[in-house]
């Protein structure tokens, strides 16, 4: 801590700036709503991050510093400190002046989309984050903004006549003040609101990098990737928080004491990606939502595996450097990254090295990472003329769940000959991992059911999987070949019509 450092929070809560001194750091904003503000609309269901009972938005000015972006995130397990700088929108926000419902929670009143009500402002905030952003939702994109909220009422069907209805029917009752204004009106005060809540949140911007202590616990949110590299130095013990996703689960779930903590979100060159001629340059901190839209634009059959990540307010906090870092062997985007051979710019101190992301797992959740290293950026090649990228997921529900296991296959032809293939498994060993004596049969080979057969044998040497409790060993050997098959059928053009394009 310096004393040029910020030692106090501020961000926007209906209208006001909040100052808040001494915050534990990792207190929840969902604690901090319900038991010290008494704003009780939000609700706890889980405290992990999978019912959306918590939704709750944050609005943020967009890198272009002129427009605000607002998404929904889960306040169960985001940290309070991490709202600094950021607007925070709750149920109670949506109210207007005069007490009258904002458009999407009139529309669920209208179309009975709540019967117990317990779920219905988590339903309400990731709806209004849609409506927020989609002027015209398609039923594919309704389905995809509610994956992460459920309704043990099974309200579902009438909740999505209210989406559906919540823009057109709906949208255009305008009143000052509150988040009532219509947002894709083209009309001056829908555009004055949106210029005073930036302007309100760019004078919250501080040149002064925010360094808390309180309950025995720190708190640094570095400014630059120098500040990060030296902080890790003076903490390399210290546990790097990105999205909160996981790190999240440790505190509310297991109960871990975390004394100090050094916060990515505000690192500008972790947060910045770029395209160059050859890759994209992801920063660590990138969010998910963010990290997918170059990678899906490069690679399109990509799409259903980021769209059946988690959730949105999962990807808007979550970010790929976490998932990476992690070191999950049930990670989604790894086997992905694998066959697309990326590498990490790992730094330390001064130093910076780039390691190949199959270089980087070295055993359960055991990482090439030394002590006071961090990820700085994600690199991943574009993809080449003719190569066939697929990646799949299998877990027990569609949407919203980890998966027992996940392959990924990338394979280049040349005439009917497999001139390269890179083929990885997440679910089937206590690293996500390339699977190499598969690959080896089939390198030069023709691409036939013959050699398919043989492949699909040779995978029972490259994995030995273990039984848990999302699935037996059996299942994932079994799995694991079918999806080798299922990739074979997709380059042959005889695969079936993707899952995901239901809804459309
Ligand atoms: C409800 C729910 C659903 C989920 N669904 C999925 C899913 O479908 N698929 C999936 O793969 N995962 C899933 N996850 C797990 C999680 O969302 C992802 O792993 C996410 O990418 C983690 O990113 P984060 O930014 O939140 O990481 P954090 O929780 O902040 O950090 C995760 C780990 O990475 C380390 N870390 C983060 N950034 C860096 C860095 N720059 N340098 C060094 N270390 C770093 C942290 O210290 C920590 O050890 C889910 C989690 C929840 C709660
Ligand atoms: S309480 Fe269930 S997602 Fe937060
Ligand atoms: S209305 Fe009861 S849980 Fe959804």
Known sequence: MTSNSQSSIRFVLDGEVIELAAVDPTRTVLQYLREDLGKVGTKEGCAEGDCGACTVALAEVDSSGGRLQVRAINSCIQFLPTLDGKELITVESLRGPDGSL?????????????????????????????????????????????????????????????????????????????????????????????????????????????????????????????????????????????????????????????????????????????VSDSQLEIGAAVSLSDAMQPIIEHYPTLEELFLRFASPPIRNAGTLGGNIANGSPIGDTMPALLVLDTSLVLRKGDGRRTLPLSDFYIDHQQTALQPGEFVEKILIPLPVDGEHVESYKVSKRFDQDISAVCGAYRLVLDGGNVADIKIAYGGMAAICKRAEQCEKTLRGKPWNEVLLDEAMNALGRDFTPLSDMRSTAQYRQRICRNLLQRFYLDTTGAGDERLYSYGR
Not at 131 to 147: C, F, Q, T
Request: charged content about 25%; some cysteine; overall charge negative.
């Open 102 to 274: 904002h458009p999407v929670q009139q529309a669920m009143v209208d179309w009975h989309g709540s019967q117990c009500g317990f779920c219905t402002p988590g339903f309400i905030m990731s709806l209004f984050a849609l409506y927020k952003n989609n002027a015209s939702p398609s039923r594919r994109e309704i389905d995809d903004a509610l994956a992460g909220n459920l309704c043990r009422c099974a309200a579902y069907r009438p909740i999505i006549e209210a989406a559906r209805r919540m823009v057109t029917d709906y949208g255009e009752r305008q009143q000052a003040g509150g988040w009532l204004l219509q947002p894709h009106a083209a009309n001056a005060r829908a555009g004055d609101d949106e210029k005073r809540r930036v302007d309100l949140l760019n004078s919250l911007k501080s040149d002064r990098s925010l360094a808390l202590e309180a309950h025995g616990r720190k708190f640094f949110a570095p400014q630059s990737s120098d500040e990060m590299a030296h902080l890790l130095h003076e903490y390399p013990d210290a546990t790097v928080l990105a999205g909160g996703t996981d790190v999240g689960l440790w505190v509310t779930k297991q109960h871990k004491e975390l004394e100090v903590l050094i916060y990515t979100g505000s690192v500008s060159e972790l947060r910045a990606q770029a």
